[in-house]
C-alpha cells in the first residue's frame, strides 16, 4: 500500500529567517526546547545524510530518542525533508514501516512566517492511523514548532 499523507499549517509569530536558523542549528535544541529535549548529537553537515539523535528529556513520554536523517535541505527555500529512523519505545503513536516529515517555512510579511508540515507514513501491516494518532504525529512538530516562537520571541536578539 502506498504511503498515507498528513498535513497542516500554522502561523508563526516570528520570522522565516529566524525560524530557519534554529532549524539550521540543531545543537541549539536543547536550549530552545528546554525540559522536551535534553541533548542531541549530529552526525554530519546538516545537508542530506546528516543523522541527528534527539535525547527527550524523561518527563516526556518517558524519554528515549528520536533518530532522524535528513533527505534534502533546501536553505532557500526554507524546506528540510527528514526521514525518521528511530523512536522511543512506547510510542503513542505506534511501530511504523516508515515516517518520513517535509518542513517548509515561508515568510509572511515582516516578523511572521507560515509552517508548513507535511509527513507521509506507512504502518507495518499497511493499514492506517486513527485520526486522533494522526494528530498526534502532526501536534508534536508543531509542538516543536512552539517551543521554538516562543523561546524567539523571548530573545528577540538571538538568530537576529
Known amino acids: 500500500m502506498a504511503p498515507v499523507c498528513i498535513s497542516d499549517e500554522r502561523a508563526v509569530s516570528v520570522s522565516a529567517e529566524r525560524v530557519w536558523k534554529v532549524f539550521s542549528d540543531a545543537p541549539a535544541m536543547p536550549k530552545v526546547c528546554a525540559g522536551f529535549i ?10 542530506a545524510g546528516t543523522v541527528t539523535t534527539m535525547k527527550l528529556n ?5 524519554g528515549g530518542s528520536f533518530k532522524t536523517r535528513v533527505v534534502a535541505r533546501d536553505n532557500a527555500a526554507h524546506v528540510i525533508k527528514s ?3 528511530d523512536v522511543p519505545a ?10 518520513v516529515t517535509e518542513t517548509k517555512i515561508e515568510s509572511a510579511g515582516a516578523g511572521s512566517c507560515l509552517a508548513k508540515i ?7 501491516d499497511g493499514g492506517s492511523l486513527s485520526p486522533e494518532k494522526e494528530k498526534l504525529i502532526l501536534d ?6 512552539k517551543m521554538i516562537e516562543d523561546y524567539l520571541v523571548a530573545h528577540p536578539t538571538e538568530y537576529a
Open 58 to 62: 524523561p518527563a516526556v513520554d518517558d
Open 118 to 124: 507535511n509527513v507521509e507514513y506507512e504502518l507495518e
Open 140 to 145: 508534536g512538530y508543531f509542538g516543536m514548532l
Open 38 to 47: 535534553d541533548a542531541i548529537e549530529v552526525e554530519g553537515d546538516g545537508g
Open 83 to 85: 526521514e525518521v529512523l
Open 90 to 99: 512506547g510510542s503513542k503513536v505506534g511501530k511504523l514501516k516508515s515516517h
